[in-house]
């Protein structure tokens, strides 16, 4: 088991996100469920209601809890996708805008439930980590023109100069 979960407050979407996030990624899968008691007398849940679903990710597990009203996502937190190619990077962009998701800068986007991820191609770390700070300085400066990250442009800017 592992021992630090992280945990999702919904305002009583608890179980469509996970269902969304299972669907996103191939090796994910709900856990479990829990529903708020009947003998509950105070909450934001009433009887029978979704408590809280376990689900996992690529492996690591994850817990939404439906909490309230009392707290919304910020992007001081975020979810990194690392991407191996250019489709990859397109596919979990176009289903994380999916249905009221705002794409940001530099490859970053908030997902329908107000979660922020960043979309990122592999490649582009191993080129910022150069010792060559005239390559990192363009593949940067290339960076920093995108909202979604495009793989050809940034290794273009990696070989010119």
Do not use: H
């Amino acid at each position: 088991m592992q021992k630090i979960t992280p945990c999702f407050w919904c305002d009583g979407n608890a179980e469509e996100l996970a269902k969304f996030y299972t669907s996103l990624f191939k090796s994910s899968k709900i856990t479990d469920i829990s529903y708020y008691p009947s003998d509950i007398e105070a909450g934001p849940g009433k009887q029978g209601q979704v408590l809280t679903v376990g689900f996992e990710l690529e492996g690591r597990s994850y817990i939404a809890l439906n909490g309230g009203p009392n707290y919304k996502p910020t992007p001081a937190i975020s979810f990194y996708v690392s991407c191996d190619s250019q489709q990859e990077i397109d596919s979990f962009w176009n289903r994380l805008l999916a249905d009221g998701g705002v794409a940001n800068q530099c490859g970053w986007l908030t997902d329908k439930f107000g979660v922020s991820w960043q979309i990122v191609p592999q490649q582009m770390i191993e080129m910022i980590q150069d010792k060559d700070a005239a390559r990192v300085g363009r593949v940067f400066a290339a960076m920093m023109k995108m909202v979604k990250l495009d793989l050809a442009t940034l290794e273009a800017a990696y070989r010119s100069g």
